[in-house]
């Protein structure tokens, strides 16, 4: 069964950074589109960035310009670097995994707690 295990999560101080990292189990992460989504507390799910399997990146714009999505197809990882955290980006992070290159994951992570403090 294929699993999705994120790592990395944690308390930062505002204005640092974080790196977030997905473990993915799938022989066939490299043909994947792989996706990093949040939920806030109080809010809907987000999604924060996506790499497509060709590498196509895509960020939300309540990141863009922050967030750096990367994938290494080698080791089955996809990273989210985020960086100027503030307390807005206090979240719950989730990997997901994509087969198709649009619509919705088919494979969610368990989710890991950010918390930024001020």
């Known amino acids: 069964q294929v699993q999705l295990v994120e790592s990395g999560g944690g308390l930062v101080q505002a204005g640092g950074s974080l790196r977030l990292s997905c473990l993915a189990s799938?022989?066939?992460?490299?043909?994947?589109?792989m996706l990093w989504y949040r939920q806030a507390p109080g809010k809907e799910r987000e999604l924060v960035a996506s790499?497509?399997?060709?590498?196509?990146?895509n960020y939300a714009d309540s990141v863009q310009g922050r967030a750096t999505i990367s994938r290494d197809n080698a080791k089955k990882t996809v990273d989210l670097h985020l960086k100027s955290l503030t307390p807005e980006d206090t979240a719950v992070y989730y990997c997901?995994?994509?087969?198709?290159?649009?619509?919705?994951?088919?494979?969610w992570g368990q989710g890991i707690q950010v918390t930024v403090s001020s």
């Open positions: 997901a995994a994509a087969i198709r290159e649009i619509g919705s994951p088919n494979l």
């Open positions: 799938s022989s066939r992460f490299s043909l994947l589109r």
């Open positions: 790499i497509a399997s060709g590498g196509r990146r």
